[in-house]
């Protein structure tokens, strides 16, 4: 087998700003595609931008105990650069924007979309952004399902109630076993794949530096003036 790759230049300092936040939430930016049936006097919507309040729960392969999760760990044999957050497979951001709308919604895994992903770091006055496509992973199982589940997916009006019976007897209910069937169905693993890593460092007003991470792959050249080539990352100081 292939070397394992080197670390991409901008993890450590990510990490390390990554644990002064608690909890560690981040924006994430999708670009929504609208479901609504098109014809050719009507064409299809643009797609419109969306945000919202997720949280970072580390890289994959190489996520962080959880005290809430009793499930036996792999061993630490790999580590990546891939953010990674969850979600519940019947948010609009699932369907509509890591999706890319109704295109692969059966099984409501894969995806692709792209994202970009903003941490504020108060604690060192740096703000990250991370920009790439975003895959929903989930299990063998749970993938041959709807994704729907019998509680009410988020968004509808509440008064048009839960859509299947049980729903609203679902909602705020703690769930403690692994083997839920309905948790199961609808939770999510989400990993960013970065293609680009934006650093911008004001912890010194007078002095502000920012810095531009951008994957170039195995062996590339340097693409931008100044730029250095680190592993399969290219690192160069731009203008903040």
Same mark, same amino acid.
């Not at 999708?30 to 479901?35: I, K, N, R, V």
């Not at 589940?149 to 609203?168: D, H, I, L």
């Given at each position: ?18 644990? @002064? ?5 981040? /924006? ?13 006097? @009507? ?36 580590e990546s650069d891939l953010p990674v957050f969850t979600t519940d497979a ?5 369907? /509509? ?10 099984? &409501?895994?894969?995806?692709? #979309?792209? *994202? ?9 006055? @740096?703000?990250?952004? *991370?920009? #790439?496509?975003?895959?929903? !992973? /989930? ?31 679902? &909602? ?10 309905? /948790? ?6 989400? *990993? ?9 460092? &004001?912890?010194?007003?007078?002095? $502000? ?9 195995? #062996?590339?050249?340097?693409? !931008?003036?100044? #730029? ?11 203008? $903040?």
């Amino acid at each position: 087998m292939p070397p394992p790759a080197a670390a991409a230049p901008w993890r450590a300092p990510f990490l390390s700003h990554l644990a @002064t936040l608690n909890p560690p939430v981040f /924006a994430l930016a999708t670009l929504h595609h609208p479901s609504t049936s098109t014809s050719a006097q @009507t064409p299809t919507p643009p797609p419109l931008p969306r945000a919202r309040t997720c949280v970072c729960r580390g890289l994959w392969a190489s996520l962080p105990a959880n005290p809430h999760n009793r499930a036996p760990r792999n061993p630490p044999v790999y580590e990546s650069d891939l953010p990674v957050f969850t979600t519940d497979a019947r948010s609009e951001k699932v369907v /509509a924007g890591l999706l890319g709308g109704l295109e692969g919604r059966e099984g &409501l895994g894969g995806g692709g #979309g792209p *994202v970009e992903a903003c941490f504020w770091m108060a604690a060192v006055q @740096t703000q990250w952004r *991370v920009r #790439g496509r975003a895959w929903v !992973l /989930a299990g063998v199982e749970e993938a041959e399902g709807d994704g729907e589940g019998v509680a009410a997916a988020p968004g509808p009006p509440r008064v048009a109630g839960p859509g299947e019976e049980g729903g609203e007897g679902l &909602l705020g209910r703690r769930v403690d076993d692994l083997g839920d069937p309905e /948790a199961r169905r609808n939770f999510r693993v989400v *990993v960013i794949v970065p293609d680009e890593v934006d650093q911008v460092d &004001l912890s010194d007003e007078l002095r $502000p530096r920012r810095w531009l991470y951008v994957y170039r792959g195995d #062996g590339a050249a340097s693409e !931008l003036p100044g #730029g250095e080539v680190i592993g399969e990352w290219e690192k160069v100081e731009v203008w $903040p």
